[in-house]
Every structure is written in C-alpha cells, then in structure tokens.
C-alpha cells in the first residue's frame, strides 16, 4: 500500500492540464501544418495545369503557324513552276524563231520580226522578274 500512495503522490505532482496542453497544442500544429500542404500541393498543381495549357495554347499557335506558312509555301512553289513552264516554252520557241531566221547580212539592220521576237523575250523576262 505503502508503494501505491507513492505513487500516487508522484502522480499528483505531475502538471497533467500542461502535459494535455501541450500535446493539445502539438496536435493542432501538426494539423494545422498537413492542412497547409494539402493547400500548397494543390496551388502547386493548379499552377502546373495553368503552364501545361499555356504550353498547350503555344504549341497550338506554333502548329497553326507552321500550316500557314506550308500552305504559303506550296501555292508559291506551285506558281513557280507554272512560270517555269510557260518561260520555258516561249524561251523555246523565241529560240527556235532566232535560229531559223536568215542570218543578217553584215551591216544590215535586223527586220521586224527578229525586232519583235527580241521585243516579245524582254517583256517575257520583265513579266517573270515582276511575278517574284
């Protein structure tokens, strides 16, 4: 009995309304601190989501861009090669004339025709200048 009022005494010298306050007062902060960073890890994930889509939104303009400019480049390419074909073809024929055409005499001025077909091969090659 004797050890039983012992330790009774020893227990009623212990401050037990602290202790319980102080655990009290550890368990609200380690609440208070897990509900903090559940609220940060969800800005934080907010914040990627919001970069994510910006990125996204980026990416979107830049693909948009590059079709744009594909589809600039195709119908200039395709003009192209419809000035390439139809140069060529009176190239060919203002060749054809020249060549099959008298030879001038020396000291001769050239006739009409040859001034004509020289005439029609510079407007053809200003034409082509001025369509780039």
Known sequence: MIQIAAAR?????????AIAALALGACL?????????WRKDAE?????????????????????????????I?????????IQTTLGDKLDAIRKDLKNAKPLPVGCRPDDVRVRKLSDAINAAKQAATAR
Request: charged share 25%; aromatic share 8%.
């Open 9 to 17: 005494a020893a227990l009623s010298v212990v401050p037990w309304r």
């Open 29 to 37: 902060f380690a609440a208070g601190w897990a509900v903090n960073g």
């Open 44 to 72: 934080i994930e907010r914040m990627k989501t919001a970069s994510a889509q910006a990125d996204l939104a980026g990416a979107n303009k830049a693909i948009e861009d590059i079709g744009l400019a594909s589809t600039r």
């Open 74 to 82: 195709r119908e200039a390419a395709d003009d192209y090669a419809g």
